[in-house]
């Protein structure tokens, strides 16, 4: 979705901010996956084929650090583990996470800025019947195959929102809540207590695109997830949960008759093709967001 | 020559005690090359082509590094960074760096010990005209072309033996000073004042073989720096810098002549094909060095 907006027109001026709470330590290293595939995206390295990791990348680290008999099932690619070594680096010489974004995102040349929530430290952890697990732990080694009955987010009452992301807020025309998960992906953000207000205090419109199509997440363990969480695992309980910091809700066409319930909360909701293809297909759905983001400004908005 | 000792025979109980004053932080990870170029050697795992880092290694960390921006001269393979990856996270653990090598090496299925000669840091520093450099600065980013005037072992004061080197050295039957560079490779573990004490007191006979023939070195720049350091760049230099800890001197055919001059220091010399090639070759040279050390028994050594 940030790549479709990125592309939707010539003088799009792109803020990304992104979650933190997926964040964690391996080998000693800061590993980022929410920032690592918005930068990898945005750079135009990311590997297609999975969504995370760059394109062509080798596995050469990993194997030598399984074949000193040390765990290897987080996936990361050699030149993968040139970001996270560089981001450790910087850290330990006191930049900000927030510093460290814009030095990689630099790097891979990217014009968009990308912005963490927060410069502190968040975990996602995960409360299955199997007991509280790790983010990573739930999501890559168990395959997000537990039964998901809560969410925490570890140290969220000390996460100041980062002055870029409140910025990014206050200048936007328009803000987009990408098509991710409502409750580890997005909620995080709307945990931020400083966030959570500036989102609230807005007056530019603020749009959400629904990540579940047909009932079913388009990628990663949403739909399941907000069943488990007493959610309907739908595009309205996307919008239900999101109703407090939204002006318009976005679904897929195959999801049209939703549309009346999702308008019922207050929320114009628009039907779109919302299953991205190529890059022209996400720019066209850029397009059709901002769009429709525009027609949601109100004089006071506008002004 | 560690190899060639660790296949001279099949009841060899090999200890290789290490310099680690070439050891430095790059990335924020913990390279110690002398360490790494022993555990790959002995592991089997080494790059013949330039005798150090790893056998078919490829490069795209690095390369990632590079990509970034960031100054990438000192080459670190794929696989040779899972090593340094993981040694930087387990001292960060509180692991020592005698128990961080024990660990690779069994990780690499090493049967010989292989111990750094201090678990506290050393660093080789480097006097030329153009001012102080830091070890890998002079020998790799300006290939070792500067003018060496002069040598420090920054940290030396502080670094006392570990215990399995001196360990090592009470309990051999025979302590062999590999070819190496007398000066900055050599020369650190004689500077750790503990070592050089267990050393010069053992009974156990001790002998070198000269990393110099025909006045050249055999590779690196011990031949130019034991001119600039006002030593003769020859066998028989070498043999006088490390005569006070040794009981014997090998060196090659070509240098045959200089046998009787060394044997003036009081240092019983022999000749050998010393220049080694292929396995059975470095084992062919291990036990001619084994019988030359064990003709050097006396019977207070031998009892």
Redesign the interface.
């Known amino acids: 979705m940030a790549e479709g907006l990125m592309h939707a027109s010539d003088d799009i001026e792109l803020s990304v901010v992104v979650n933190t709470a997926d964040d964690f330590e391996l080998?000693?290293?800061s590993i980022a996956p929410d920032l690592d595939t918005v930068m990898y995206t945005l750079g135009g390295v990311a590997n297609p084929a999975t969504g995370w990791g760059?394109a062509g990348?080798?596995r050469?680290?990993?194997?030598?650090?399984g074949?000193?008999?040390?765990e290897n099932w987080f996936l990361l690619?050699?030149?993968?583990?040139?970001?996270h070594?560089?981001r450790?680096?910087w850290l330990?010489d006191g930049a900000s996470l927030t510093e460290v974004t814009r030095?990689?995102s630099?790097?891979?040349g990217i014009p968009a800025r990308i912005v963490p929530m927060s410069d502190q430290p968040v975990a996602t952890m995960v409360r299955t019947p199997e007991g509280e697990l790790a983010f990573q732990d739930y999501f890559v080694r168990r395959r997000q195959e537990d039964e998901v009955t809560g969410i925490r987010f570890a140290g969220i009452e000390h996460a100041r929102a980062t002055q870029e992301a409140l910025d990014a807020i206050e200048s936007a025309d328009l803000i987009v809540f990408a098509p991710s998960n409502p409750i580890v992906s997005i909620g995080p953000l709307l945990a931020v207590a400083e966030l959570r207000a500036a989102l609230s205090a807005t007056r530019t419109p603020r749009i959400a695109v629904s990540p579940i199509v047909a009932g079913k997440a388009l990628k990663g363990p949403a739909d399941k997830m907000l069943a488990t969480l007493g959610h309907e695992p739908s595009a309205l309980g996307v919008a239900r949960i999101l109703r407090p910091v939204l002006d318009g809700f976005v679904l897929d066409r195959q999801d049209s008759d939703l549309i009346p319930e999702i308008e019922e909360l207050g929320l114009p909701a628009r039907a779109m093709d919302t299953i991205m293809g190529d890059r022209d297909d996400r720019a066209r759905l850029g397009r059709e967001v901002i769009d429709f983001g525009w027609s949601l400004r109100t004089d006071d908005s506008a002004a």
């Open positions: 080998y000693g290293l760059i990348d080798t050469n680290t990993l194997d030598g650090i074949a000193y008999g040390v690619g050699d030149r993968d583990f040139s970001t070594i560089l450790t680096m330990k030095r990689l630099q790097g891979l």
